[in-house]
């Protein structure tokens, strides 16, 4: 168990449709990465949030949008969805970010299968 | 441009043998952090092992080692006394210093250990 925690674990919906997925990163980490990995693409990195303020943009869609809240807790909206937006969302804490320079190791969360209909 | 190549997408071992995953990178960053991830079939991805660009001792854990070349620019995970339970996608990662710290994945190498 990582500490990271994620929820939910499964969504169904349909195109068109919005969600949110939630992110607990571990204690003490103030920093949340999201990614997107697919069959075809494999492991994409869509934004990193530091502190409650975003630090890294990555392959992230105008429709997808997120924010880290005071309590460092993280959200992942994602709107008018496509059958191509299913995936397994993954959340990632580390402690520092930026600030910790390339040694800073993410803690990946379990998970959030989305599977768009 | 910042790269992770795993040219090998699935490979097989026999169960108590040791194993070789293959990794090589591409940066102009002198520092630079490696990482290593396992994903079982359950999903989750988990954290292996960690190497900075400057340790010039390889990175152990338990059974994972990485056998990092600088100079070939290659961080291969080695896995020895190979379990059923090594069955599993592992990632290579490299979060180099420049380009707001992104951490860039290969594609990743399936592994079957054989009893």
């Known amino acids: 168990d990582s500490g990271v925690t994620q929820t939910p674990k499964h969504l169904i919906t349909a195109t068109g449709q919005r969600v949110t997925l939630r992110c607990s990163p571990r204690?003490?980490?103030?920093?949340v990465y999201w990614y997107q990995q697919s069959l075809d693409q494999g492991l994409q990195f869509l934004i990193q949030?530091?502190?409650?303020?975003?630090?890294a943009k990555g392959n992230i869609l105008e429709r997808f949008s997120a924010q880290q809240f005071p309590d460092l807790h993280s959200e992942l909206n994602l709107s008018s969805l496509e059958l191509g937006d299913s995936a397994l969302y993954f959340c990632?804490?580390?402690?520092?970010?930026?600030?910790?320079?390339?040694?800073?190791?993410?803690?990946f969360g379990p998970g959030t299968r989305l599977t768009v209909l | 441009a910042q790269k992770i190549t795993q040219t090998q997408p699935g490979m097989f071992v026999q169960e108590k043998e040791a194993v070789t995953l293959d990794c090589t990178y591409d940066?102009?960053?002198?520092?630079?952090?490696l990482f290593w991830y396992k994903q079982p079939s359950s999903g989750e991805m988990i954290f292996l092992i960690y190497?900075?660009?400057?340790?010039?001792q390889n990175a152990t854990e338990g059974r994972y080692s990485l056998n990092f070349q600088k100079a070939r620019k290659s961080a291969n995970l080695v896995i020895s006394a190979s379990q059923l339970g090594d069955s599993a996608m592992y990632f290579c990662?490299?979060?180099?210093?420049?380009?707001?710290?992104?951490?860039?994945f290969g594609a990743g190498t399936r592994l079957f250990v054989k009893a």
């Open positions: 204690s003490g980490d103030l920093s």
């Open positions: 190497q900075g660009s400057y340790d010039e």
């Open positions: 990662a490299m979060r180099p210093n420049t380009g707001g710290f992104k951490t860039i």
């Open positions: 949030y530091y502190n409650g303020e975003e630090r």
């Open positions: 990632a804490s580390s402690v520092q970010g930026l600030a910790g320079g390339p040694t800073d190791t993410q803690y």
């Open positions: 940066t102009s960053d002198q520092s630079y952090g």
